[in-house]
């Protein structure tokens, strides 16, 4: 038999049934009528009213904010799916304990009418009437048939006491059953159970929307720089979007296409300015005692270096090992701030 697609209403329907069928037992369930993809809608919604057109990162770092971006939304759907799991075993332990009470209740009083004592007790009383009416008679069927119906009485009264004692144990079997039914329900609400499912998502659903939150943060950073940058107009996903986790994963897929797709036509070209090292035959842009001066423990470690279009075109290809980096290195860690930051290969 195929089994049976429920849409999201019948679905929250049944949640809300079975917390209104519950007495109270199960307002717990609360907490699941709304849906994990519903919680980042609602995530999404507070980011646009929060942010109000401010860019809390900065736009043109495109490439570190989609990788953030991707790293947030695969734990978000780890978290998802972390939730909806739990979700449905809260509502199949609610289902357990709400038809557990049903059986419970129904077994007890169909065991109760199968031993109720009323056609017996008129079955008896019908025997002990006839026994006497037929000791009146002085023929000897009238004796016998007397003896018959008074050992059916006492038979009958016999099987009413037996009646009796097991409707007790009819009610002590029920007892011990919601007695063992409410244990369970503790279990289910007791903090730290590993059987509170409540517990569980809410701590899961909150993790869910910190990272939907961080992620869709970038994500309208992200797609600032991508428009400002590469001319890329892929509209961000709205708050109201359907499915929206699947929806954000996948603009930030296309958008990490169209990145690497323009970096593959992009050319690096690097530019060393020696600030130490002679220029060809001029002279250096920082002088021996301008730079003993600056970088002496008592001074703040700061050059201010004017260099002009003629600076750069001289400086353009020129690589030698630079004396200054080897200074630098002398500071260890009480190295000063400067603008050269030259690497080894200087």
């Known amino acids: 038999m195929a089994s049976q697609t429920i849409s999201l209403e019948q679905w929250r329907a049944t949640k809300v049934q079975l917390i209104t069928s519950g007495q109270g037992e199960l307002d717990w369930l609360n907490a699941f009528v709304a849906t994990a993809d519903e919680q980042i809608s609602a995530t999404l919604k507070e980011v646009k009213s929060d942010l109000n057109g401010a860019f809390p990162f900065k736009p043109l770092l495109v490439e570190m904010l989609l990788g953030d971006v991707a790293a947030l939304l695969d734990r978000a759907a780890a978290y998802r799916k972390e939730a909806a799991e739990l979700e449905v075993s809260a509502v199949t332990a609610a289902i357990e304990h709400h038809l557990t009470g049903v059986t419970i209740d129904t077994d007890e009083k169909l065991s109760l009418l199968a031993l109720a004592e009323d056609a017996d007790a008129l079955e008896k009383k019908g025997a002990a009437d006839s026994a006497t009416e037929f000791l009146k008679g002085s023929e000897p069927l009238a004796f016998g048939l007397a003896a018959y119906t008074r050992g059916r009485s006492d038979s009958l009264a016999s099987q009413n006491n037996n009646k009796l004692a097991r409707q007790e144990l009819v009610k002590e079997r029920a007892e011990a059953?919601?007695?063992?039914?409410?244990?369970?329900?503790?279990?289910l609400l007791a903090p730290g159970s590993a059987l509170n499912f409540r517990e569980r998502y809410e701590r899961t659903l909150a993790l869910l929307r910190e990272d939907v939150r961080d992620a869709y943060v970038r994500m309208i950073c992200a797609h600032?720089?991508?428009?400002r940058l590469m001319?890329?107009?892929?509209?961000?996903?709205?708050?109201?979007?359907?499915?929206p986790l699947e929806a954000l994963i996948s603009w930030t897929r296309s958008a990490m296409r169209a990145v690497e797709q323009r970096a593959e036509q992009e050319t690096e070209i690097d530019i060393l300015v020696p600030f130490r090292q002679p220029k060809l035959t001029d002279t250096p842009l920082v002088s021996d005692a301008l730079w003993s001066a600056k970088m002496a423990d008592t001074a703040d470690g700061t050059l201010e270096i004017i260099l002009s279009d003629q600076d750069f075109l001289k400086g353009l290809g020129a690589s030698a090992h630079c004396s200054a980096w080897t200074e630098l290195r002398k500071y260890g860690r009480r190295r000063k701030n400067c603008a050269c930051a030259p690497t080894e290969s200087q």
């Open 224 to 227: 600032a720089g991508l428009t």
């Open 177 to 187: 059953s919601r007695k063992r039914r409410t244990q369970m329900l503790d279990r």
């Open 231 to 243: 001319d890329i107009q892929t509209p961000v996903p709205p708050a109201t979007v359907e499915k």
